[in-house]
């Protein structure tokens, strides 16, 4: 119950971060190619973004679910959380623009470790506040798509200045890495 | 129960895309007439695109007020019809920019066939999480308005070539076939 | 409990017509006296526009903590009303730029009068869904500030054209109207 | 129970307002220096308008969580609140535009002072309505730090004209005052 204002608010600043991104589709001038052809790396990264606030969504709604207590630590790093979050459409709409430059890959990256470094935070403080509970204790403890996903980012950022294709593959593998496991940890326990 | 933040996150984008579209509705530079007709358009298709989302807010309603338990299949659907509905204002405002012009009323019929294509999705996937609610069952395996709109839509892409104004006209038609149908249903079993 | 979504979904875009309409007042080009001046109009229609959607949050959540039953008719009814309040930041937007010509004055009168007509209706609607609730008869019975701000609305479209400054009185007054006698409405019947 | 819509529709605005605020990140131009070096003082102001609303809304939450019963008077002055935060993406938006100018330090000083004292009015109209909760009366009446910052925007406003940097200093010294005694209380309390 000490959880719903705070699932309510952050679902608030997921909604509109989702919509706002897809606000940067801006119609083009005109309906020849040349107008057109750059909206589609901006609806490729779209896409991409969209996955990864879903996939946040996602697991915050489990990782909440699984909660009793919240602490004033929770509302802070899950404040922290959607202050990452809420730079996406900026990364995105950077990438989206300037999509052959270093820069915005790895600003974008950097975005990433954020969001990835303040969730991981924010499942430390749950459990913090939380002791006693064993079933979040498992869901946070063998929590590897974290670590590896920082660690994918991490890579992601130094490699935007070889080629800034080779950090959108990260950020794809990434985004595979948690939709996957995701699916198979639900079904294998039977819960939602 | 277990619904519960699935639909506040809907609603939540939902409101989102409906009042960011009337934001396209950017105040004319002067009160000349000049200035001012080329909302007309644009406003036309905001209330045809409205119009959708709130056919889709209801009904989205409907299908998840009848609905007990929820599945990651459900909740990865719902993201899908999400991230086509947040294309609407996109195509909304393209179209309102363009109506004589076949391009946006191809996409804008894409994005409707896409919104559909999720819509029974999702129905098909709360079904199969809640395989012995018969009631359920009912609302979902006598949805013929569901096929009915796909037909439409996918209609609707060509006919821009020959003339945009068809498309429209086949999209006004889907309106009014969700619009209809669903009061009188509601009005047949008594519920709401 | 049959209205909470209709609530929730009413309030998301409540929430984003009243922070859409603080987006208008873009940051000044300097802060030179004719770059900041311009501003002060639109501050002043917005703190006008502010306060009529703080009325209509207001009244809409006294009359639906009154409703027990919702039907389609009160779905769409709130729908239509919704539709109107999202073309406030519109109306707002472009009587902040231009706010000596009768056309934008003329305009924000139409939307007012707009959504007046539609929360009547919803009134109406959700009278006719709890048809046994005395309390709401006489909540929806005794409204004299609906009526009489429609008339208001009404004169206020002609009279843009002789000044739209006597635009702005009657909708200033309008607000007053519904400001005053609801909060002497709830000191009398001891509800909230 | 009487706060649930309160409390969702504060939480809408608070979250538009927080998303809103990174959207002003526009991307830059190109990936030079030049262009990409003035989104820093932007970056580094947004950092400071999200950790306000943050504080808000974990004030909020508490305050509201202690709450049993609202009145008119809690609506409105809830509103107001609401009212001034909304002006904070504008405040932001121009310092970060326009740093080195006293005019938007002193207006992002005359907005935080509005919230202050709205914030402040708040408590005091909750108490108000709730006139026998000893709980409530405690955390209203040993409220040191809202009006320390009252005074602190204050001495901000024509601090501003002396140096902007000295006024964005005393901002810094707001925030902090809020944030650490805060965690402080909760801890020594026990409570969230």
Same mark, same amino acid.
């Given at each position: 119950?000490?959880? @719903?204002?705070?699932?309510?608010?952050?679902?608030?600043?997921?909604? *509109?971060? !989702?919509?706002?991104?897809?606000?940067?589709?801006?119609?083009?001038?005109?309906?020849?190619?040349?107008?057109?052809?750059?909206?589609?790396?901006?609806?490729?990264?779209?896409?991409?973004?969209? =996955?990864? *606030?879903?996939?946040?969504?996602?697991?915050?709604?489990?990782?909440?679910?699984?909660?009793? %207590?919240?602490?004033?630590?929770?509302?802070?790093?899950?404040?922290?959380?959607?202050?990452?979050?809420?730079?996406? /459409?900026?990364? =995105?709409?950077?990438?989206?623009? %300037?999509?052959?430059?270093?820069?915005?890959?790895?600003?974008?990256?950097?975005?990433?470790?954020?969001?990835?470094?303040?969730? +991981?935070?924010?499942?430390?403080?749950?459990?913090?506040?939380? /002791?006693? @509970?064993?079933?979040?204790?498992? *869901?946070?403890?063998? @929590?590897?798509?974290?670590?590896?996903?920082?660690?994918?980012?991490?890579?992601? !950022?130094?490699?935007?200045?070889?080629? /800034?294709?080779?950090?959108?593959?990260?950020?794809?593998?990434?985004?595979? !890495?948690?939709?996957?496991?995701?699916?198979?940890?639900?079904?294998?326990?039977?819960? +939602?």
């Amino acid at each position: 119950m000490g959880s @719903d204002r705070l699932e309510s608010f952050s679902d608030g600043v997921l909604a *509109v971060i !989702i919509t706002l991104m897809a606000f940067e589709l801006k119609a083009p001038a005109s309906v020849a190619w040349s107008s057109v052809s750059h909206l589609l790396p901006l609806l490729l990264v779209y896409v991409l973004s969209f =996955t990864f *606030v879903g996939i946040y969504w996602v697991n915050h709604h489990h990782l909440l679910r699984a909660t009793e %207590h919240i602490s004033a630590a929770v509302m802070w790093t899950n404040l922290q959380l959607l202050f990452w979050l809420s730079l996406i /459409p900026f990364a =995105t709409a950077w990438v989206g623009a %300037h999509h052959g430059q270093a820069l915005p890959a790895a600003t974008y990256g950097v975005v990433g470790l954020g969001a990835g470094v303040a969730y +991981t935070t924010l499942g430390r403080a749950i459990l913090r506040a939380n /002791p006693n @509970d064993t079933a979040l204790a498992r *869901v946070v403890g063998r @929590d590897i798509k974290g670590p590896a996903s920082m660690v994918l980012y991490i890579v992601s !950022i130094p490699l935007a200045y070889v080629s /800034p294709y080779f950090s959108y593959c990260v950020f794809v593998v990434i985004a595979v !890495i948690w939709f996957l496991p995701d699916r198979r940890l639900v079904k294998e326990t039977g819960s +939602t």
